[in-house]
C-alpha cells in the first residue's frame, strides 16, 4: 500500500529571490548526482549534474553545491519565478546508471 | 533531443485485471530502462531494472510476478501491472539512459484501480 510517513518539505518563497534546496545522500561511492524538477503529473526534468570531483557546478539561474564530507547537495536557484513552482529532487547514481532519490522539496514561488 | 514516452499515460482499471505499460525511447536505444513508482507527495522508488534480452533486475520487495518487464527491443520496455488491486494505483515513470550517466525519463502513467 502507500507508503506512511512525513509529507515533503515546502519551501515558499517570493518572486524574484533565491531559493536553496538541500538534500542528504546516503552513499559516499556515489559519483555523480543529479537534480530534477517535477511538475504535476510529469516525469522529472534534468535542471543539473555535479560529478563528485566538483564541489559547484553553475547553470543557468541555478548552482549546485556539493559537500562530500557531510553528504550534503544544495541546489540554489537565483531570481525564482512562477515557473520554478514544482517538487525538486535530488537523485545519486551508485553503479551503472541506477538512481536513487532523495525525498524532494516542494517549491512554491509567491508572486 | 533524447526522448522517452510512455504510453498510456492514464489508465483506469477494475480491480484483477492486468494493465500493461509501454516505454519507448525515441531516436536512441537503450539496452536498460528503468521502472520507478511513485506515490503522492512521495519520492520516485526504484523498482526494476528492465535490460534487453535478459530477465528484469528487481528491487528488494518488489514482486515480479505482480509486476512483469519485458524489454522486447531496443527502444521498448513494457511492464504489467498483473491482477491490479487498488493498492497498486500509483504513477509509474520509466527512464532510460542515453549515455552513461544521462538518463531521460518518460511523462509517466497514472495507474488508477477500482
Known amino acids: 500500500g502507500e507508503s506512511v510517513g512525513l509529507h515533503l518539505p515546502t519551501l515558499s518563497v517570493q518572486e524574484g529571490d533565491n531559493s536553496i534546496i538541500n538534500c542528504a545522500y546516503s552513499n559516499s561511492a556515489s559519483d555523480y548526482f543529479i537534480w530534477y524538477k517535477q511538475e504535476s503529473g510529469k516525469g522529472p526534468q534534468f535542471i543539473i549534474d555535479i560529478r563528485s570531483n566538483m564541489d559547484k557546478r553553475q547553470g543557468q539561474r541555478v548552482t549546485v553545491l556539493l559537500n562530500k564530507t557531510v553528504k550534503h547537495l544544495s541546489l540554489q536557484i537565483a531570481a525564482t519565478q512562477p515557473g520554478d513552482s514544482a517538487v525538486y529532487f535530488c537523485a545519486e547514481n551508485e553503479y551503472g546508471n541506477k538512481l536513487v532519490f532523495g525525498a524532494g522539496t516542494i517549491l512554491r514561488v509567491k508572486s | 533531443g533524447a526522448v522517452v514516452s510512455q504510453h498510456p499515460s492514464r489508465v483506469i482499471c477494475k480491480s484483477g485485471t492486468s494493465v500493461k505499460i509501454e516505454c519507448r525511447s525515441l531516436d536512441f536505444q537503450a539496452t536498460t530502462m528503468f521502472w520507478y513508482r511513485q506515490f503522492p507527495k512521495k519520492s520516485l522508488m526504484l523498482m526494476a531494472t528492465?535490460?534487453?534480452?535478459?530477465?528484469?533486475?528487481?528491487e528488494q520487495g518488489v514482486e515480479k510476478d505482480k509486476f512483469l518487464i519485458n524489454h522486447a527491443s531496443l527502444t521498448l520496455s513494457t511492464l504489467t501491472v498483473t491482477s491490479a488491486h487498488p493498492e497498486d494505483s500509483s504513477f509509474y515513470i520509466c527512464s532510460a539512459p542515453l549515455a552513461p550517466d544521462t538518463q531521460y525519463f518518460g511523462p509517466g502513467t497514472r495507474l488508477t484501480v477500482l
Open positions: 528492465s535490460n534487453e534480452g535478459s530477465k528484469a533486475t528487481y
